[in-house]
């Protein structure tokens, strides 16, 4: 992005030093309409849909966070199944505080399940042994197992900067009473004791590690490219709102205006919803950095595909990114196919079928010869 604009009454300008920013008019543009500790209010002007719609897609899908992947459940005489715990467990947001410096679990080269390299272990126990009210089990009971067993209750989780998060695996509680997401209940007598590994994903793999609650998208308020059909009855514009918010930002159509049939969106409207593993701004920087890595892969692959001196599994380079030959040529089995220098039905490769399977010699599966005999497997006729 090539600038910020910031006005919104939130305190201090978090872009005002514009250290690394470059401040031309022709690139994109961000405008930071309103920013909360769990939801930002922003637009960009001077970009293309594609890239628009390309950055929304990897704050609702692609940024790492931290979530409960594994859990073992020693005592469980709850109400609750095993199963119904384990995945409401799953759900518990926790802090993604320093998540950048946790290895993926299938890229950990120094353990075949988990460790401290690529998870953070929580634990819970928690029983009512004489109380005849039931008990509520809380995210707050679940502790770090590095931590012995203690966590201050008093630490602030509605941060406003990623330096303010709890440790990274910390349950978020942002509720009033800092309880967090209810687990379950215990009655007189009832236990419960687990042992969680939360691992490090995007949401693209399962929705436990999106880092939003919701991601809001708009352009062309006013529906002048006509991309949305309104259903009315008698009047659309006597049946559908006008659009206050975003409306503003831009003018109005004019009775009588001609339709423009090469107009295209310059400017989209967002508004993100965080659940608390981390800052909403931070939530948008990660999303531009994801997008910024695909696309350099992108180009990485284009470059080495396509320059002849750089070796590729293509073995031509002027052939681009294709897919290998097939029957034979070019296949994981060099020159041959899987059955050697032959087809699957005893020819050479490429060359004409034969006149046998491989699966029965010299026969058919229906009998002698290298044709299908007069008896076909319904009998005499084909049908």
Excluded at 100 to 109: A, E, F, M, V
Excluded at 179 to 190: D, T
Aim: with cysteine; net charge negative; glycine share 10%.
């Amino acid at each position: 992005m090539n600038g910020y604009e910031y006005s919104n009454g939130y305190g201090h300008d978090p872009y005002a030093n514009g250290d690394t920013l470059d401040l031309s008019d022709d690139g994109p543009r961000v405008t930071i309409r309103t920013l909360a500790h769990n939801t930002i209010d922003f637009s960009i002007r001077n970009t293309s849909l594609a890239l628009a719609n390309s950055l929304r897609r990897a704050i609702l899908a692609e940024i790492p966070t931290i979530a409960i992947d594994l859990v073992t459940i020693t005592t469980n005489t709850s109400v609750l199944a095993d199963e119904f715990i384990a995945h409401r467990l799953g759900l518990v947001p926790l802090s993604a505080k320093d998540v950048d410096k946790l290895q993926y679990s299938r890229d950990c080269d120094n353990c075949t399940d988990y460790c401290e390299n690529c998870s953070v272990v929580l634990t819970l126990d928690v029983e009512n042994r004489t109380s005849d009210e039931h008990i509520h089990v809380f995210a707050k009971d679940l502790f770090l197992s590095s931590q012995s067993g203690y966590r201050p209750h008093n630490t602030l989780h509605n941060s406003a900067t990623t330096d303010d998060l709890p440790e990274m695996g910390t349950p978020i509680c942002s509720d009033e009473d800092r309880n967090g997401p209810l687990i379950c209940k215990l009655r007189k007598g009832q236990a419960l004791k687990i042992k969680a590994v939360a691992k490090k994903g995007i949401a693209i793999e399962h929705a436990k590690w999106a880092p939003t609650a919701a991601v809001g998208f708009e352009y062309d308020p006013w529906n002048k490219l006509r991309h949305t059909q309104y259903w009315y009855e008698v009047d659309a514009k006597e049946e559908w709102p006008l659009p206050e918010k975003n409306g503003q930002m831009e003018a109005p159509p004019q009775e009588g205006e001609p339709f423009d049939y090469n107009a295209e969106p310059r400017a989209f409207y967002y508004n993100l919803e965080s659940i608390g593993t981390m800052p909403t701004d931070a939530i948008f920087h990660n999303g531009i950095k994801v997008l910024q890595q695909k696309l350099a892969s992108v180009m990485t692959v284009l470059k080495e595909t396509s320059d002849p001196t750089q070796p590729n599994e293509f073995d031509n380079a002027a052939r681009g990114g294709q897919s290998p030959d097939m029957n034979g040529m070019g296949t994981a089995y060099g020159g041959q196919s899987a059955y050697g220098g032959r087809s699957a039905y005893g020819g050479p490769v490429g060359g004409d079928i034969g006149g046998m399977t491989p699966g029965y010699g010299g026969q058919s599966a229906y009998g002698a010869g290298g044709m299908t005999p007069g008896a076909m497997p319904y009998g005499n006729r084909g049908y």
